[in-house]
């Protein structure tokens, strides 16, 4: 356990974990170090149950349900460490640290510990120690990750017009879960984490709260600088004000980050979209999904390995599903 703790690099902790033959052996000494730390009360022991995680990643969790160790931002702007499985959802100990003279501390008024199928190994009524020490150390997260469906449908804005929220009501219900289950990450590769599509529906909740978007020609090209100036030319200024008019592509591809197997597309859905029948609505957003995995897929096919047409075969299948369940 000291020589994995110790080393720092990931590609010399995979050559030291597959150097043993015992993997089993190795796996559950592992697991077991790990549940020490699930329930983590200072950094130094976030920053073990990190590492432990990423060994757990390289030789597999065998038959314990695979979490992932995340360093993330509360609201307030304080770290939060959380693990989550395969499916986003939260395990063991989700924690809010504050910032104090001496380093950083858990406040565990704001903390919370969630069950798994491997947590009733835990002492779970144990009480955390509120006299906890601060420690001047950077908190970890994870640098590899688990298997998990590589597609994350996301809303960047929760509004939207009441025709379109039965197609977001199926989306989140059947699609997206759907997705999680029959997505197949384990044969596709380890080069991609998340393909986040990010929608954002048009809008008119009041005067004072709305965002109808206008669809720009692709073949113009149109970058941020030119939407406003462009829209001009399409509508005066206060039919821009009175119907909250935004001229945006209808696709943005932000940049692939190796270090952390992740992209991003925006998707974004005009006024006369949420205008369409349930079932209109529902094949056009499955053609805008698909064509924005198929362009992520396209840029980076050469530049990494990966089964992209696996991947795509696979979302494909589990689109028209969804489509053929529409008057089911």
């Not at 590589?150 to 804005?157: A, D, H, K, N, S």
């Not at 977001?168 to 393909?195: F, K, Q, V």
């Amino acid at each position: 356990m000291k020589n994995i703790l110790d080393i720092s690099e990931l590609e010399e902790l995979q050559k030291y974990l597959l150097s043993f033959s015992d993997k089993e052996s190795m796996r559950e000494q592992l697991f077991s170090d790990f549940l020490k730390y699930a329930r983590y009360r200072n950094a130094e022991e976030w920053n073990n149950a990190v590492r432990i995680c990423e060994a757990l990643a390289i030789i597999g969790w065998g038959n314990h349900e695979p979490v992932e160790a995340i360093r993330g931002i509360y609201f307030n702007g304080n770290p939060n460490t959380y693990f989550i499985n395969r499916d986003g959802k939260p395990r063991f100990l989700d924690a809010i640290w504050s910032k104090r003279k001496d380093g950083l501390a858990i406040d565990f008024s704001r903390s919370f510990f969630h069950e798994s199928t491997d947590s009733h190994a835990i002492d779970i009524h144990e009480p955390c120690s509120q006299a906890e020490q601060p420690q001047d150390l950077q908190l970890c997260s994870q640098r590899n990750w688990i298997s998990k469906n590589p597609i994350r449908i996301v809303r960047g804005l929760a509004n939207c017009y009441d025709t379109s929220k039965p197609l977001i009501e199926s989306m989140e219900s059947c699609l997206i879960p759907e997705l999680n289950r029959l997505m197949r990450p384990e044969l596709y590769g380890s080069s991609i984490d998340t393909i986040t599509l990010n929608l954002s529906f048009s809008f008119y909740d009041n005067y004072h709260c709305k965002t109808n978007y206008i669809i720009a020609d692709e073949s113009l090209k149109l970058k941020q600088k030119d939407f406003y100036p462009k829209l001009l030319e399409l509508y005066s200024e206060k039919e821009i004000q009175d119907n909250g008019y935004y001229l945006r592509n209808r696709f943005s591809f932000k940049p692939f980050r190796k270090e952390s197997g992740t992209t991003r597309v925006d998707i974004v859905l005009e006024k006369e979209f949420s205008q369409l029948s349930d079932l209109r609505q529902k094949q056009l957003l499955s053609e805008y999904l698909l064509h924005a995995v198929e362009h992520v897929a396209q840029r980076l096919d050469k530049k990494i390995a990966y089964d992209f047409p696996l991947m795509i075969s696979d979302f494909k299948l589990i689109l028209n599903s969804w489509l053929q369940s529409h008057n089911g």
